[in-house]
């Protein structure tokens, strides 16, 4: 059983920042991409952004310049970097792999941003 353990969601204020994390397995993490989706209230889940085995990354438009995917090899741990965050960012943020040993879904972490 994959598991995505995720962490860092929280109620956080505009204009200020939340470091999302997700942990998995090491063969999960080397050979998937890895990817942060969000789902706010009565809105379809959407890509937030996603990392590759290799390194390439790829940003929704909406949040450019704000938030920063990145990934730790040696702790098997993928981040999210959220800054100047909105009352828009709120919702549940998901992590996700998938990729040649499959597709899976995190629990999703809560992300609520007050005005």
């Known amino acids: 059983q994959v598991q995505l353990r995720e962490s860092g969601g929280g109620l956080v204020q505009a204009g200020r920042s939340l470091r999302l994390s997700c942990a998995t397995s090491?063969?999960?993490?080397?050979?998937?991409?890895m990817a942060w989706y969000r789902q706010a209230p009565g809105q379809e889940r959407e890509l937030v952004a996603g990392?590759?085995?290799?390194?390439?990354?790829n940003y929704a438009d909406f949040v450019k310049g704000r938030f920063t995917i990145s990934r730790d090899n040696a702790k098997n741990t993928v981040y999210l970097q959220m800054n100047s965050l909105t009352p828009e960012d709120t919702g549940v943020y998901y992590c996700?792999?998938?990729?040649?040993?499959?597709?899976?879904w995190g629990q999703g972490t809560q992300v609520t941003v007050s005005s």
């Open positions: 990392i590759t085995r290799v390194g390439k990354i």
């Open positions: 996700q792999t998938y990729g040649t040993l499959g597709n899976y």
């Open positions: 090491g063969d999960i993490f080397r050979l998937n991409t």
